[in-house]
């Protein structure tokens, strides 16, 4: 560093030219600190950012080649813009070539709020992302990998690790969407064998959250502040689920609004408890089943009879019974 200072100031401009903030970010800050001359010279590149995109609010980027092509480090510096208020990515697969490892320092974010889909990450790089966002208040992470194919070519979190990686951001984020695609009942039969997230309760300003339902196991882990619960991949039985929220709402979560139950499955035979797989028509075709599924929307809607917040399950079954079709 002391040589650099003894350099014209035309030959510095030519070499620091050369780095790229925010990248070389570490480098850059590193030079600002050595002396005056050299944070005067080097502080207008920490972020150099293109006169068209310094105002850009809203970035969706979709990568086919799954972070393979050598350029796709530079998604860092569009995540870096300074005006940005939404970014997502998807295909955003850690194992890729070109996949940054988003080693920033705090504060180089400045969005709010953050998509990746299809993604396969590791849990260094979700949390390193989560330590160089400023303020990221939405949160959805959606993986794609199939369950079998995990263990050999994926390198994908696994689900006890997910709490950890937002620890950064625990008191900003106030809605959260994370589908890792494990809580499936064809793949893992009994429900306690599902891998489990862990309690959201330090959460405290969560407000919406929507989790597959064999990670999240016990709603008394929901944070205390909670608004809104959608239940993702329902497929396994409910009714003690739904039976321990409602004692649950007796003492806690009392700004509750709205519980959603989304099953993976169609017709929503799993989360009733029918053994058997079926389709919509056996609504129609099979008396036996049509009395089955009566009878279980009937048990679900004695549970939650006297609750506050309200009961939303995403089926036509469902739709029909509180219709009387059934």
């Known amino acids: 560093m002391a040589q650099l200072e003894t350099l014209p100031t035309e030959t510095l401009l030519d070499i620091i030219s050369c780095l790229r903030g925010p990248r070389d970010v570490r480098t850059l800050l590193n030079l600002c600190l050595t002396s005056k001359r050299l944070w005067m010279i080097t502080q207008p590149f920490l972020y150099n950012v293109p006169a068209y995109l310094s105002r850009l609010k809203s970035l ?12 796709m480090p530079e998604v860092v510096d569009l995540m870096c ?50 330590r160089a966002c400023e303020n990221l208040e939405v949160l959805a992470y959606e993986t794609t990998v199939p369950w ?60 919406h959250l929507e989790v597959e339902q064999g990670i999240l196991h016990d709603f008394g882990n929901l944070p205390p502040n909670i608004e809104t619960v959608t239940v993702l991949a329902c497929d396994y039985p409910v009714y003690d689920m739904m039976a321990g929220l409602a004692e649950y709402c007796k003492n806690d979560f009392s700004r509750l609004e709205l519980v959603s139950l989304r099953p993976k499955f169609p017709p929503a035979s799993g989360l009733l408890g029918i053994p058997g797989a079926y389709a ?35 089926c036509d079954g469902w739709e029909m019974y509180q219709h009387g079709e059934l």
């Not at 969706?60 to 350029?71: A, C, F, G, N, S």
């Not at 006890?160 to 064809?186: F, W």
């Not at 099979?286 to 309200?310: H, K, M, P, S």
């Open 60 to 71: 969706h980027i979709k990568d086919k080649l799954k972070m393979r092509h050598p350029t």
């Open 81 to 130: 813009l300074p005006s940005l208020k939404e970014f997502s990515l998807a295909f955003c697969e850690g194992n890729g070539s070109g996949c940054p490892f988003f080693e920033l320092p705090p504060g180089s974010f400045k969005f709010s709020e953050l998509h990746l889909i299809r993604a396969s990450l590791d849990a260094t790089r979700l949390t390193n992302i989560m």
């Open 148 to 207: 079998d194919a995990r263990r050999r070519v994926s390198c994908q979190f696994p689900a006890p690790a997910l709490l950890p990686c937002l620890e950064p951001q625990r008191q900003n984020l106030k809605s959260l969407r994370v589908d890792l695609d494990v809580a499936n009942p064809i793949a893992i039969e009994k429900w306690h064998r599902c891998p489990q997230y862990g309690s959201f309760r330090a959460f405290e300003n969560l407000k």
């Open 280 to 314: 919509f028509n056996d609504l129609e075709d099979d008396d036996w089943f049509r009395e089955q599924y009566r009878v279980g929307c009937a048990t679900l809607d004695t549970i939650v009879n006297d609750v506050n917040f309200e009961l939303e399950v995403e």
